[in-house]
């Protein structure tokens, strides 16, 4: 079975603080795994997966396949990061975890 | 056309009745998800189509839901005898297929029951 965990629903910062939103997932076989993100009153749009290895907006995810996890981390977070944010898993179909609120205060 | 399109946008309809939503995958994906996004639920897989075919129909909350793709193109879902627990943004996405590309999704089709 596929499972995707998003532990944390709420996360405040200031703006300039680190952020970290912690993925962790289960699935037997060799996953494929994402971030996506939902400003508001926007659709759903990919931030970044993980076979790309790039820097999205200042965002960088390393898929940690020991720990099972897909952390999403930005060292300086802006007001404009402020979202939704969701993991995903592509293994036989593509899941979500529950999403996580980023609120970056002034 | 160049993304995703659902409708209708917002829906509003009484218990009990029947609901059609409807979406427009990217031309030529192969792959069209139907998710429900709910409050503190995040996005709950319902049904995803290869082609016109449905390998995985495990989402789908009751017999009350049911979802068609026909000429590897357009999806349709339909909800019978709706309950308000039912009410949510129904969400589409389609992909290329295989391993190839992300997910492109649709504004999503707002439905309350009253």
């Known amino acids: 079975a596929q499972r995707v965990t998003q532990p944390e629903k709420l996360l405040s910062v200031f703006k300039g603080a680190p952020v970290e939103l912690k993925c962790n997932y289960s699935y037997s076989g060799s996953p494929e795994l994402f971030w996506y993100v939902q400003y508001s009153r926007q659709r759903l749009q990919l931030l970044l997966r993980?076979?790309s290895r790039e820097s999205i907006k200042g965002f960088t995810a390393d898929l940690n396949k020991g720990e099972t996890s897909f952390h999403l981390k930005k060292p300086f977070a802006q007001e404009e990061d402020s979202a939704m944010y969701y993991c995903a898993l592509r293994g036989e179909k593509l899941v979500f975890g529950k999403g996580m609120k980023l609120t970056v205060n002034p | 056309g160049a993304g995703v399109s659902q409708s209708p946008s917002n829906k509003v309809t009484e218990k009990g009745k029947d609901v059609e939503l409807r979406c427009d995958p990217i031309s030529g994906h192969t792959a069209l998800y139907w998710y429900r996004q709910s409050l503190g639920q995040g996005l709950e897989f319902l049904i995803y189509f290869q082609g016109n075919s449905a390998p995985d129909k495990s989402g789908l909350p009751s017999d009350r839901f049911s979802a068609e793709r026909t000429g590897g193109s357009v999806s349709t879902l339909t909800i019978q005898r709706t309950q308000q627990e039912d009410s949510a943004v129904y969400l589409c996405?389609?992909?290329?297929?295989?391993?190839?590309?992300?997910?492109?999704f649709g504004s999503g089709t707002r439905l309350t029951v009253v």
């Open positions: 993980h076979i």
């Open positions: 996405a389609s992909s290329p297929g295989g391993q190839r590309g992300g997910y492109t």
